[in-house]
């Protein structure tokens, strides 16, 4: 299966790889999938639809994209809500262009525990990132940190941390926070999550992956590789969680969803919420 477009014109990309989570405490668990994620231009995105036969926005195909799924499930492009949410945050000057890792719908069908997206100046410097959680329950949150200076190390790779604001497992109490660690998307991503409490790190999650030029073919071999991944990340949360629940862990009633569906992060890791801000 060959594709009439030219990828490597093109900054989005396939990124294949594996999820781990290894969580420490109160008892041990491990997990390990091998996935493939998205990474999206928010500019390319109706030229990608335009140019692969697998790949759609808005509208049903193998792989597609929904604007819904992502910000506050309005349907908007998704473009301008991300504008309008840096906009709101003093942080217009890092919409040159944003960049959206994430899983895509299989033939209808997406659930993403975390989306993240990097937000761009125009000079190319990476000006901040929004970490968007999901959980089973239908619910999605937002945490938008800026870039300070420092942040990247040498190496590439950036370090922010935030209290955690939004409930995600029943088997995680709400008292923690995140620690996040990125290798910025080039020929390959890694996004490390260590969760902390009073007593230091009880999980540590993970993405890595090398990437992969978007074309037909490359969807194809993804799909015969993967095959219904994206149901499959679904089950696989529950799976765990039955693993979890036998294991006698402690279950953590669910709590309401934070009034404001964006927490903007200070670049000292001190949380204020979109209402405080302004």
């Known amino acids: ?49 335009a140019r692969l036969r697998l790949f759609s926005r808005n509208r049903f195909n193998l792989f597609s994209f929904h604007d819904r799924d992502h910000a506050d499930g309005a349907g908007q492009n998704l473009r301008t809500r991300l504008e309008a949410i840096l906009a709101e945050h003093d942080l217009a000057d890092c919409a040159s262009r944003i960049e959206l890792l994430c899983y895509p719908r299989l033939l209808g069908f ?16 990476l000006g901040a990132v929004l970490y968007e959680v999901s959980n089973t329950f239908g619910d999605r949150h937002s945490y938008l940190i800026p870039v300070g200076p420092g942040a990247i190390d040498d190496k590439g790779v950036l370090r922010q941390s935030c209290a955690k604001g939004f409930y995600v497992s029943p088997f995680i109490d709400m008292v923690a926070d995140y620690h996040f660690r990125i290798r910025i998307p080039g020929e390959n991503v890694a996004v490390a999550i260590r969760e902390t409490d009073a007593r230091g790190a009880f999980l540590n999650a993970a993405f890595v992956g090398d990437r992969n030029a978007l074309s037909d073919r490359k969807l194809f071999g993804a799909f015969i590789r993967y095959p219904l991944m994206t149901l499959k990340v679904v089950a696989g949360i529950h799976w765990e969680a039955l693993h979890l629940w036998r294991k006698g862990m402690t279950f953590h009633k669910r709590p309401a969803p934070p009034q404001s569906p964006v927490t903007y992060v200070l670049a000292t890791g001190t949380a204020a919420t979109q209402a405080g801000k302004r």
């Open 110 to 125: 997406v659930f993403n525990p975390l989306s993240v997206y990097f937000c761009y100046r125009a000079d190319s410097g």
């Open 1 to 49: 299966m060959t594709s009439t477009s030219k990828p490597a014109r093109w900054a989005s990309a396939l990124y294949e790889g594996v999820v781990t989570h290894n969580r420490l405490r109160p008892k041990r668990h491990k997990l390990r999938y091998s996935v493939f994620s998205f990474l999206l231009d928010l500019d390319e995105i109706d030229d990608l639809a």
